[in-house]
């Protein structure tokens, strides 16, 4: 049986206002100039620069919310231009146009560079190729199917089943696979193809004929799983070759691009500049900490829209328009206030939470050795400046800091805790470091498993299940001893 009835509970939630304040927080500099920008152009109460003469207390808009109904009949409508307060922001564009040239003068434009896609550059070489109409229209889908390595990750049977119920065009496997082949002869070579065995030898026998070559084409056609795996002896046994011979073979192969599209596809990308948000220097022997001078504009609010609040504060009589304006004009007010408010707040929580990091890693700050970085959380510097892990979480996720040896993401200095052989805690950083140097120690023709891993460092004091090697060797971005034999 349903029922109802009433139940209290108390339970926390965070206002619109703590909301936005944590998405500023979390904004790095650019991203927060941009929502800066956005701001300023939708609310024209908010100015840039600094408020000469004005003194910045003399608003507060929580005078103004006690304005009375009852006072609506003592008013002038003339007393406040509603076309002034709601229009005055959108200027004309004949306005801010001007020539200076003169009827004699050359108009010259600005070149700008117009870079053609991945994919359009592939269109582009098939015209070249005559082909009849719904070839052509095949081939173009193939097109389409390349992904920005390159690669056709979709076997034949389903491209014509896409091309059947997509395109309305009805036909086979075989014909595909043909117009496959016009595929493969565009450039960069390789591309098209449908794993990095077919990459490979689309590669190679487009290479001029050598011996070396030879012996490539028959090891990635014939023998590719042996070569994936490093397996040498076997394939110098197969090939009756020598050791110096396979070499030559093998630096033709190492030679090749295993991603074709990539060359062509990055090009196309936007390059982003990472901007530092701080900066640490060392002086006279002591750190020194700034905040990027873009994250601490100076915004004011605008000091016609306090006037025009004023003027409707000194007016006897209130109509219902007026009273509409004044709505407006209020919560433009309330929202630039706020949003300075919350900018000064962003700068302090930023200063506050990268100083601490900066003294809790001071060490490496001063000395630049990564092996001297403290383990440390998020609730480590959380604790220290009294904020919230989260709060913290946003400082350090996306916020880069430059330093005497370059420029970090902060969130790099976070690290847990080990204890080595001596008892004391070490950071899982130092440990990474220590692993990543040993491995580019090691005799590459007979590189360290990860058990022998686990047993040098265990000699240097600091003991390590392999599981735990194989962690950090994975999250080095280090392959396995297998992958790391060269000959």
Known sequence: MLKQFLNLKLSQKLSPQQIQLMKLIQLPTQAFEQRLLEEMNENPALEAGKEDDYEKDEFETEDYDDYDDAEADRIEADDINIDDYLGSDDIPDYKTQVNNYSDDDEERDMPFAAPISFHQDLINQLNTFILEDEDRQIAEFLVGSIDDMGYIRRSIPDIVDDLAFTQGIYTDEKNVDRLLHVIHELEPTGVGARDLQECLLLQLKHKTPTENIAIAIDIIENQFDAFTKKHYEKLIQKYNVSSEQLKKAIHEIEKLNPKPGSSLAGNNRVTENIVPDFAIRIVDGELELTLNGRNAPSLHVSKDYQEMMQTYKDSRDKSTQQKEAVQFIKQKLDSAKWFIDAIRQRQETLFVTMNAIMHYQEEFFLDGDETKLKPMILKDIADLVGLDISTV??????????????????????????????????STLEIKKILKNTIEEEDKHKPLPDDQLAEILKEKGYPIARRTIAKYREQL??????????M
């Open 393 to 426: 979480s946003r400082v350090a996720n996306s916020k880069y800091v430059e330093t005497p040896y370059g420029t970090k993401l902060i969130k790099e200095f976070f690290s847990e805790a080990m204890m080595n052989d001596q008892g004391e805690e070490v």
């Open 477 to 486: 971005d280090i392959p396995v001893a297998r992958m790391r034999k060269k």
